[in-house]
């Protein structure tokens, strides 16, 4: 059984940095595709990035390219998310998600993750 665990979030000031971890278990970790998401309150799930753990490939969306850094340590199984400098539209709850996709689909659609973790809040004050 995928399983998939947040952790990092909390109450932060702006400007502040997190790193956010999500441990993996129950899958062969190097042949999935792990990707971080959020959703605010009201809004729509929104995707921040992905990475292919097999060869370190990453995919930023647009919107969050320049403050958001993903990676992986394929020996803890655990793919992380460096938000610096946070800013108080970033509160949200961050999920981690993951899929086996063939290396020819990149980057995976959200609706293609198959195993999401529970979320861990991310809260900035101003």
């Known amino acids: 059984e995928v399983q998939l665990v947040e952790s990092g979030g909390g109450l932060v000031q702006a400007g502040g940095s997190l790193r ?3 441990a993996a278990s129950g899958f062969t970790f190097d ?3 792990v990707g971080w998401f959020r959703q605010a309150p009201g809004k729509e799930r929104e995707v921040i990035s992905q ?3 097999s060869n370190g490939i990453t995919y930023y969306a647009n919107s969050m390219k320049g403050r958001f850094t ?3 340590d394929n020996a803890k199984r655990t793919v992380y998310l460096q938000i610096s400098p946070l800013k108080p539209e970033d509160t949200a709850v961050y999920y981690c998600a993951a899929e086996s996709i063939p290396l020819s689909m990149w980057p995976v659609l959200s609706s293609d993750f198959g195993s999401w973790g529970q979320g861990t809040q991310v809260t900035v004050s101003s």
């Open 20 to 22: 956010l971890s999500c």
């Open 31 to 33: 042949e999935y595709a």
């Open 51 to 53: 990475i292919r753990v």
């Open 70 to 72: 993903i990676s992986s």
